[in-house]
């Protein structure tokens, strides 16, 4: 059993920054991949990035892909987002994610725990 809480979000204007960041529970924390989701008013939960187990292997989504970047730290149970040059597009709640197989994935159905969200809003 893993959960998560995260912190961090809130108002931003465009081209701004935001870092969110995720504390996780439980002792085998490094064998699950962890990942951020997120979903804007009216729209489905979408990908945005997520790491291995390892931390060696990132995958990120198109739309951001070059201005946020993930990243875990598996001695403090802990993975981040760091999000650049934001867009009022990014404007969502944001959720942390766990993945019990340890890979990479980006597939609302591939995730095992979540976070109780975030909300970022960019003002244009």
């Known amino acids: 059993q893993v959960q998560l809480v995260q912190s961090g979000g809130g108002l931003v204007q465009a081209g701004g920054s935001l870092r969110l960041s995720c504390a996780a529970s439980?002792?085998?924390?490094?064998?699950?991949?962890l990942g951020w989701f997120r979903q804007a008013p009216g729209k489905e939960r979408e990908f945005v990035a997520t790491?291995?187990?390892?931390?060696?292997?990132?995958f990120y989504a198109d739309s951001v892909k070059g201005r946020f970047t993930i990243s875990r730290d598996n001695a403090k149970n802990a993975v981040y987002l760091q999000m650049n040059n934001l867009r009022p597009e990014d404007t969502a709640l944001y959720y942390c994610?766990?993945?019990?197989?340890?890979?990479?994935?980006?597939?609302?159905?591939?995730?095992?725990?979540w976070g109780n969200g975030a909300l970022v809003t960019v003002s244009s």
């Open positions: 994610a766990a993945g019990q197989h340890g890979r990479t994935w980006s597939s609302v159905d591939g995730t095992d725990y």
């Open positions: 439980g002792r085998t924390f490094s064998v699950y991949a």
């Open positions: 790491i291995n187990g390892g931390g060696d292997s990132t």
